[in-house]
């Protein structure tokens, strides 16, 4: 049985394919396989950017006993987590349930049908603070699957059973919760109850929410810039005030890499000081549009230069030839035996990144370098991420703007972290949206033109017509057609390119959004039994075709209802189905929402985190469109009118171009007389005067219309 990894499109299976292991992937043929030898599977899952995978990898993986006595005792799997979340998320909730824990490296033991009766995570190459070696792992499952079967196999069933039980328990708690909400929003203590519980949970010294380890709130952040711009004075004021601080901590602290822009995974203290180094994609496509949005609703706190700094190490760090982006860079760097210009030899975790004073003296000298470590936090003696841990003052700023060009080339000479160049479409949907919104916010045409030229690679490699269907990852401009989208990469692609209609008013990106919210329909839904004829609706699946292994171990395919580290799909096509029905005005998309959102009271009240992009949307329901129609004149008026739109654009109105070939359905009726250049502002379905000139535009949106 040979290594199948090579040519896989995941850089993280490519990366074992020279192990001295058997390496399969997950597919029919790998557990056909177990089953023709009648032996467990090895389940390992893990990513790219994982130290402690890498760990294990060296430790245990590159072992040619250890590989000899897996390809003998098991067949071996390798999963990539990132590639595909749905055998992640299974066989998590069955470590989780084994072993009370979880994590990557996730090793996981199976039967020749897919269910798991014994898992952990790391394990070393020999017994180790209470840990078994992961010799004498294999050794104990091999000997209990010779000899005490029927207890494993009894095992594997009662967690298959446990593992279906958790997402059913956790759907009718959520029913449970529910309380009745008026059909057109959220009703209106929904946002209020959710920014309580925010609140209460946001941490009072240091700034964001809970303890150690701290991550960014990404997925809850839209929800509170939706109460922010609230009708009620005091709630959005509150929710100001903590969208404000959020974005001040982090801005300010070792989770930013104030050297090259971006932001790190997450901090391993409370105080956000020593970060969990790699860089993903997903977290900075996210952080980037809300530190642009807040700098446009708040300008002068330094959060247009934290949007631009993460822009740019986008396109510096994880562009790809093609324009799609990569999925992250690794937390470690290699090792090196000539130090580099700055004199440092680190390597491991977090290498690239930090700065001892010596070094900093010797790029920018004995005094600004003594200057620079006083600032950024560096301690004597120790290897530091450069953070000053509050705002600067115009002298501090002069000094650090002079300094960072010097460290930056610098720290370019150091061995630089791995790559993943994996394309996954919905993490490329989420930059999409992000340069989109931050090219007009910040007013920088490179951004939005990086995001059409991503979205065209998307669309041009991932999407098959034909067939209909998305791919989910690709590797060098080839998209791996065997791994099918899920839900989440239709909808945060749709959402992309309804980012770039509303950016560019080209409606060939308002088509794509239409096809792509349409194959989700198709893909992830089928009616709902219980709803009847009074109240049809529709029951989602996060993948189309769930693969028997996973049913086995307990899955089902169910739509996940909670944001992860990227909002949950049915919140994101949600919001997707509320902008075509407000742009098309087409009710049979707005009748699939309350599906896709489901109960929220429950959550609001309790757990907002957990579900911030379905209350926004769900809010959204409630707020009426703002539509601005141009018609007539010619295409600078078009474009001046645009630009008085402004921020807008992207913040809360459609500027709609009624003469483009498929113009939205809100355009219909709105014609100019004569060919002269008429503007229509309409909001919740009903329009103002038209007017003539973008003076005249101008003075309505200053008036509120």
């Given at each position: 049985?040979?290594?199948?990894?090579t040519?896989?499109?995941?850089?993280?299976?490519?990366?074992?394919?020279?192990n001295?292991v058997?390496?399969?992937?997950f597919?029919?043929?790998a557990f056909a396989?177990?089953?023709?030898?009648?032996?467990?599977?090895?389940?390992?899952?893990?990513?790219?950017?994982?130290?402690?995978?890498?760990?294990?990898?060296?430790?245990?993986?590159?072992?040619?006993?250890?590989?000899?006595?897996?390809?003998?005792?098991?067949?071996?799997?390798?999963?990539?987590?990132?590639?595909r979340?749905?055998?992640?998320?299974?066989?998590?909730?069955?470590?989780?349930?084994?072993?009370?824990?979880?994590?990557?490296?996730?090793?996981?033991?199976?039967?020749?049908?897919?269910?798991?009766?014994?898992?952990?995570?790391?394990?070393?190459?020999?017994p180790?603070?209470?840990?078994?070696?992961?010799?004498?792992?294999l050794?104990?499952?091999?000997?209990?699957?010779?000899?005490?079967?029927?207890?494993?196999?009894?095992?594997?069933?009662?967690?298959?059973?446990?593992?279906?039980?958790?997402a059913?328990?956790?759907?009718?708690?959520?029913?449970?919760?529910?309380?009745?909400?008026?059909?057109?929003?959220?009703?209106p203590?929904?946002?209020?109850?959710?920014?309580?519980?925010?609140?209460?949970?946001?941490?009072?010294?240091?700034?964001?929410?809970?303890?150690a380890?701290?991550?960014?709130?990404?997925?809850?952040?839209?929800?509170?810039?939706?109460?922010?711009?609230?009708?009620?004075?005091?709630?959005?004021?509150?929710?100001?005030g903590?969208?404000?601080?959020?974005?001040?901590?982090?801005?300010?602290?070792a989770?930013?890499?104030?050297?090259?822009?971006?932001?790190?995974r997450?901090?391993?203290?409370?105080?956000?000081?020593?970060p969990?180094?790699?860089?993903?994609?997903?977290?900075?496509?996210?952080?980037?549009r809300?530190?642009?949005?807040?700098a446009a609703?708040?300008?002068?706190?330094?959060?247009?230069r934290?949007?631009?700094?993460?822009?740019?190490?986008?396109?510096?760090?994880?562009?790809?030839?093609?324009?799609?982006f990569?999925?992250?860079?690794?937390?470690?760097?290699?090792?090196?035996?000539?130090?580099?210009?700055?004199?440092?030899?680190?390597?491991?975790?977090?290498?690239f990144?930090?700065?001892?004073?010596?070094e900093?003296a010797?790029?920018?000298?004995?005094?600004?370098?003594?200057?620079?470590?006083?600032?950024?936090?560096?301690?004597?003696?120790?290897a530091?991420p450069?953070?000053?841990?509050?705002?600067?003052?115009?002298e501090?700023?002069?000094?650090?703007?002079?300094?960072?060009?010097?460290?930056?080339a610098?720290?370019?000479?150091?061995?630089?972290?791995?790559?993943?160049?994996?394309?996954?479409?919905?993490?490329?949907?989420?930059?999409?949206?992000?340069?989109?919104?931050?090219?007009?916010?910040?007013?920088?045409?490179?951004?939005?033109?990086?995001?059409?030229?991503?979205?065209?690679?998307?669309?041009e490699?991932?999407?098959?017509?034909?067939?209909?269907?998305?791919?989910?990852?690709?590797?060098?401009?080839?998209?791996?057609?065997?791994?099918?989208?899920?839900?989440?990469?239709y909808?945060?692609?749709a959402?992309?390119?309804?980012a770039?209609?509303?950016?560019?008013?080209?409606?060939a990106?308002?088509?794509r959004?239409?096809?792509?919210?349409?194959?989700?329909?198709?893909?992830?839904?089928?009616p709902?039994?219980?709803?009847?004829?009074e109240?049809?609706g529709?029951?989602?699946?996060?993948l189309?075709?769930?693969?028997?292994?996973?049913?086995?171990?307990?899955?089902?395919?169910?739509?996940?209802?909670?944001?992860d580290?990227?909002?949950?799909?049915?919140?994101?096509?949600?919001?997707?189905?509320v902008?075509l029905?407000?742009?098309d005005?087409?009710?049979?998309?707005?009748?699939?929402?309350?599906?896709?959102?489901?109960?929220?009271?429950?959550?609001?009240?309790?757990s907002?985190?957990?579900?911030?992009?379905?209350?926004?949307?769900?809010?959204?329901?409630?707020?009426?469109?703002?539509?601005?129609?141009?018609?007539?004149?010619?295409?600078?008026?078009?474009?001046?009118?645009?630009?008085?739109?402004?921020?807008?654009?992207?913040?809360?109105?459609?500027v709609?171009?009624?003469?483009?070939?498929?113009a939205?359905?809100?355009?219909?009726?709105?014609?100019a007389?004569?060919?002269?250049?008429?503007?229509?502002?309409?909001?919740?379905f009903?329009?103002?005067?038209?007017?003539?000139?973008?003076?005249?535009?101008r003075?309505?949106?200053?008036?509120?219309?």
């Amino acid at each position: 049985m040979p290594n199948r990894l090579t040519g896989q499109s995941s850089a993280y299976l490519r990366q074992h394919a020279d192990n001295p292991v058997a390496w399969q992937p997950f597919d029919d043929a790998a557990f056909a396989e177990a089953a023709r030898r009648d032996v467990p599977v090895f389940l390992s899952v893990g990513y790219a950017a994982c130290h402690w995978c890498h760990v294990m990898a060296h430790e245990s993986f590159e072992d040619p006993e250890i590989g000899a006595y897996l390809d003998e005792h098991f067949v071996p799997v390798k999963v990539d987590r990132e590639e595909r979340p749905d055998v992640d998320a299974v066989y998590m909730s069955a470590t989780q349930l084994l072993t009370r824990q979880g994590g990557w490296p996730m090793s996981v033991f199976l039967t020749p049908d897919g269910r798991a009766f014994h898992a952990g995570t790391y394990f070393p190459p020999r017994p180790a603070h209470g840990m078994p070696s992961f010799r004498q792992v294999l050794e104990a499952v091999t000997e209990a699957w010779a000899t005490r079967r029927g207890e494993l196999e009894q095992a594997a069933d009662a967690v298959a059973r446990a593992v279906a039980g958790q997402a059913e328990d956790l759907r009718t708690a959520l029913a449970a919760g529910a309380v009745p909400v008026p059909a057109a929003g959220a009703g209106p203590d929904l946002p209020a109850a959710a920014l309580e519980v925010l609140l209460q949970e946001e941490d009072p010294v240091h700034g964001g929410f809970g303890g150690a380890p701290k991550f960014p709130p990404s997925t809850v952040l839209p929800l509170l810039e939706r109460i922010a711009a609230g009708p009620d004075a005091p709630t959005a004021e509150r929710a100001r005030g903590l969208l404000g601080r959020t974005l001040g901590v982090m801005r300010v602290s070792a989770l930013f890499d104030q050297v090259g822009g971006g932001f790190y995974r997450y901090s391993v203290t409370r105080e956000w000081s020593l970060p969990h180094y790699e860089k993903m994609l997903y977290d900075n496509a996210q952080l980037l549009r809300a530190y642009a949005r807040a700098a446009a609703r708040e300008p002068g706190r330094g959060d247009d230069r934290t949007a631009a700094d993460t822009a740019a190490f986008l396109l510096r760090e994880l562009r790809l030839p093609g324009g799609a982006f990569a999925s992250s860079l690794d937390a470690d760097s290699p090792a090196t035996d000539s130090p580099s210009a700055a004199g440092d030899v680190h390597s491991g975790e977090g290498a690239f990144y930090v700065w001892t004073r010596a070094e900093l003296a010797a790029v920018l000298g004995p005094e600004r370098g003594t200057a620079v470590a006083d600032l950024m936090g560096v301690a004597a003696g120790r290897a530091q991420p450069l953070h000053p841990g509050r705002a600067l003052n115009d002298e501090e700023q002069a000094l650090w703007d002079a300094a960072r060009p010097e460290l930056a080339a610098a720290r370019a000479a150091r061995p630089a972290p791995a790559r993943d160049d994996k394309v996954v479409a919905g993490w490329n949907g989420l930059t999409v949206t992000a340069l989109a919104e931050a090219g007009v916010l910040l007013q920088d045409p490179a951004l939005l033109l990086a995001a059409e030229e991503a979205a065209g690679h998307l669309w041009e490699v991932h999407w098959d017509g034909g067939r209909r269907r998305l791919a989910r990852t690709s590797h060098a401009g080839s998209a791996e057609r065997s791994i099918e989208g899920l839900l989440e990469d239709y909808a945060l692609l749709a959402e992309a390119f309804l980012a770039l209609y509303r950016a560019t008013g080209a409606t060939a990106w308002l088509r794509r959004a239409r096809t792509l919210a349409d194959a989700a329909e198709e893909r992830f839904s089928h009616p709902d039994p219980g709803g009847g004829e009074e109240a049809p609706g529709r029951v989602w699946s996060d993948l189309a075709d769930v693969p028997a292994p996973l049913l086995a171990a307990g899955g089902s395919g169910r739509a996940q209802p909670l944001d992860d580290v990227t909002p949950a799909g049915t919140a994101v096509l949600a919001g997707v189905l509320v902008e075509l029905w407000a742009l098309d005005e087409d009710e049979a998309r707005a009748r699939l929402v309350p599906s896709l959102l489901g109960p929220l009271e429950l959550l609001a009240r309790r757990s907002p985190r957990a579900a911030g992009r379905a209350l926004a949307v769900q809010d959204e329901l409630g707020s009426a469109p703002t539509h601005v129609v141009l018609a007539g004149g010619t295409a600078e008026d078009k474009l001046e009118a645009r630009r008085a739109v402004g921020p807008a654009a992207v913040l809360g109105a459609h500027v709609i171009d009624a003469d483009a070939p498929g113009a939205p359905g809100a355009a219909r009726g709105k014609t100019a007389p004569g060919g002269r250049f008429t503007v229509y502002v309409c909001r919740g379905f009903a329009c103002r005067a038209p007017v003539h000139t973008v003076a005249g535009l101008r003075e309505e949106l200053a008036a509120g219309g």
